[in-house]
């Protein structure tokens, strides 16, 4: 089983991703130009990092000691793990705007997986962008970023395309005698905006005025993205 099949890629590097959020972390994102990753046990699902059932049965079969040793060690990774989540749609989510957004108010942010892929270059954190399989139970090698790709039923329609970076290996992990430091709060990847983001779209249920707030902080932070605020697709009036 090669690293494709473990970590799935979509057919088209070139697919849409989405991120929805507020407009303090949109502030955040055009005023630091970074990728802001969170750390994988600040998130609320608790079975983020979770050990596959059947790589859990396997392991008691052939390795028991191993298997019961390790527990603590895997439960830790999710301190040196951290994580940027983006929705791998063609489209914007009604249910993800509601979700991520409130009723009325935040911005989805559009860019390209491709993007995401172009992240990857050597660095000190293991680090890949992938699909998240949602059930998918199996035993697979031993790796340290396989179980932050798999998530359970009940999350599938966030069909989440994510980055995901490990630092366990870095040597500003570890003090000078080796002894690991606290985890940081969270891992920021410095970003060419203008590459980056194709669109940001206001919330399909805001007003004019909140349209215009939004314009006015892009401008005030990355007026090279002025031209690239829209508002969103679900505003299109019907027809009959």
């Given amino acids: ?20 959020m507020d407009l303090a972390k949109l502030i955040y994102l055009l005023d630091k130009r970074k990728l802001y990753l969170s750390r994988a046990d600040e998130y609320e699902d608790a079975h983020e990092g979770a050990t596959a059932l059947a790589q859990k049965a396997w392991e008691m ?20 793990t951290f994580i940027s989540c983006w929705s791998h749609y063609d489209h914007e989510s009604h249910a993800l705007w509601r979700i991520f957004c409130g009723p009325k108010q935040g911005v989805a942010v559009c860019s390209r997986y491709a993007r995401l892929v172009e992240l990857e270059k050597p660095r000190c954190e293991d680090m890949r962008a992938g699909l998240v399989d949602y059930g998918r139970d199996e035993h ?27 630092i366990y290996r870095c040597d ?47 401008d005030k932070y990355a007026p090279e993205l002025l031209g690239r605020v829209e508002t969103s697709e679900m505003t299109k009036p019907p027809v009959f």
């Fill in 1 to 20: 089983m090669n690293d494709s099949d473990i970590i799935r890629q979509p057919k088209n590097l070139s697919d849409r991703i989405w991120r929805y």
């Fill in 140 to 166: 697979a090698p031993s790796n340290t970023l396989v179980p932050f790709f798999r998530k359970r039923k009940a999350f599938e329609y966030e069909q989440e395309a994510r980055l995901v970076a490990n």
């Fill in 172 to 218: 500003d992990v570890r003090d000078p005698r080796g002894k690991l430091l606290p985890p940081r709060p969270c891992l920021e990847i410095r970003l060419n905006l203008s590459t980056f983001v194709e669109a940001i779209r206001t919330h399909p249920e805001a007003d004019m005025s909140y349209v215009n707030l939004v314009k006015s902080l892009v």
């Fill in 61 to 80: 079969e052939n390795a028991p000691g191993f298997s019961e040793g390790i527990a603590g060690f895997r439960c830790r990774q999710r301190e040196w």
